[in-house]
């Protein structure tokens, strides 16, 4: 099993930046590509980013591209989102997810394994 602890959020005013991390235990960190996603009252849960094993692609939604960032320490069996000039329009719950393929998925439904969610709030 893997297991998936998601930290870092909180509330940010707007233009400011928060750092999400994800640690992963149980099987090996490795052997999965990885994920973040968000999921905003009432809508449903989508992609912000993603990173292939062992990190070679990434994926980012239209919406943070050039504004966040994911990467990932296999040393920590941790992965991260570096979220800058955070906007009113990313307040959602976000997500960490792992997922045994090897290249990175875009889906919820590519995602074996969840964190618990952490939340994010940028006030307009």
């Known amino acids: 099993q893997v297991q998936l602890v998601e930290s870092g959020g909180g509330l940010v005013q707007a233009g400011g930046s928060l750092r999400l991390s994800c640690a992963i235990s149980?099987?090996?960190?490795?052997?999965?590509?990885m994920g973040w996603f968000r999921q905003a009252p009432g809508k449903e849960r989508n992609i912000v980013a993603a990173m292939s094993w062992p990190g070679a692609r990434t994926y980012y939604a239209d919406s943070v591209k050039g504004r966040f960032t994911i990467s990932r320490d296999n040393a920590k069996n941790t992965v991260y989102l570096q979220m800058n000039s955070l906007e009113p329009e990313d307040t959602a719950v976000y997500y960490c997810?792992?997922?045994?393929?090897?290249?990175?998925?875009?889906?919820?439904?590519?995602?074996?394994?969840w964190g618990q969610g952490t939340q994010v709030t940028v006030p307009s």
């Open positions: 149980g099987r090996t960190f490795g052997s999965y590509a």
């Open positions: 997810a792992a997922t045994r393929l090897s290249d990175l998925g875009t889906t919820v439904g590519e995602y074996q394994y």
